[in-house]
């Protein structure tokens, strides 16, 4: 059996409390009824019987408040509650970094990668190219590091893609979705590059305002890509793939079901002993979020992506 930790949590992200009972494979329901994410307990009761993840329990947490430790234990059903992040070394297997603060990523992360405990970063793993730099050095240092949207894994994409190759040569991808850019733009990028089986993306360029994200990018096929992320409409993800010869709309609904399969993925790393998602994956796709965000500052100038 695993023994995982769990490392949390930052302002908006429920991920704590969501992704320990989905592991755990139980909650307490009145105290998940408090967590201060309304849609956690709704989609935790509706697939309560796939919850659990075989040779896997959550058995420690740590976070910045012992009250917030308390209650997402008793939530989540977690026997132990640390005082110091460091405290879980030697007593977990693999630790859960269920933070979306990237700022923060680095200074967290950085003890448990010297002391060899595989990791998974929360999206997005990194917001500066130096936090980024830092990853990627680990990385080749054979380090066991994981870390990418849960969009990755979502079964509404799985359809579109065996029905890809019957749309024609791709001339388009347009996504739209709610939020910023940092945290949400991950979301998007991640349900798009992993569609269209990761493509290495050469230049972007932000072409609107914050909190109105326009972002093109242009892959190496010469495919362009149109991504719109603003902040006050109706929250969506959505994608949009047009071929020479037919088209598909995908939105993206089942958080619960892209939640359970990220995790799956990373416990069948951590019991094989090394990440199943390929790392220059990853980079690829914190690069596109970077850059978009350095030709945002630029004024809209086109930013090379090409290392």
Same mark, same amino acid.
């Given at each position: =059996? $695993? ?5 949390? &949590? ?21 105290? &998940? ?38 209650? /997402? ?49 929360? !999206?997005?793993?990194?917001? %500066? ?16 590091? =994981? ?11 799985? %359809? ?6 019957? $749309?024609? !040569? ?11 850019? @940092? !945290? ?42 149109? /991504? ?16 020479? %010869? ?11 079901? =892209?939640?359970?399969?990220? $995790? ?16 220059? !994956?990853?980079?690829? @796709? ?22």
């Amino acid at each position: =059996m $695993l023994k995982l930790g769990v490392m949390g &949590m930052s302002p908006g992200n429920g991920h704590p409390y969501s992704w320990s009972a989905i592991i755990n494979g139980d909650y307490d329901e009145a105290a &998940m009824a408090h967590c201060g994410y309304a849609g956690v307990p709704v989609y935790l009761a509706a697939n309560r019987d796939t919850l659990g993840i075989e040779g896997a329990r959550v058995t420690h947490i740590w976070t910045q408040e012992r009250g917030i430790s308390e209650h /997402i234990a008793a939530a989540s059903l977690i026997d132990n509650i640390v005082a110091r992040p460091e405290g879980m070394i030697g007593q977990i297997d693999a630790l859960l970094l269920a933070r979306d603060d990237p700022e923060n990523h680095v200074a967290m992360a950085k003890p448990f990668i010297d002391a060899g405990v595989p990791i998974f970063i929360d !999206k997005p793993l990194a917001a %500066t190219a130096r936090d980024l730099a830092y990853f990627e050095e680990m990385n080749a240092a054979g380090k066991f590091l =994981m870390s990418c949207s849960s969009m990755r894994y979502a079964a509404e994409s799985g %359809t579109v893609k065996t029905e890809k190759a019957s $749309l024609g !040569k791709l001339e388009l991808a347009t996504a739209v979705g709610k939020k910023d850019w @940092i !945290k949400y733009g991950v979301h998007i990028l991640e349900g798009l590059f992993a569609l269209l089986d990761d493509p290495a993306a050469i230049t972007v360029k932000h072409v609107s305002k914050a909190h109105q994200d326009i972002v093109c990018v242009e892959f190496e096929s010469g495919l362009p890509a149109t /991504i719109h992320l603003f902040y006050d409409i109706v929250p969506t993800f959505q994608i949009s793939i047009f071929g020479q %010869t037919g088209w598909r709309l995908i939105e993206y609904k089942n958080w619960y079901a =892209m939640f359970r399969d990220n $995790l799956v993925e990373f416990v069948r790393s951590v019991q094989q002993g090394k990440p199943r998602l390929a790392f220059h !994956k990853t980079v690829n @796709i914190i690069r596109t979020l970077i850059g978009a965000q350095e030709s945002l500052e630029r004024g809209g100038t086109s930013v090379s992506l090409l290392a």
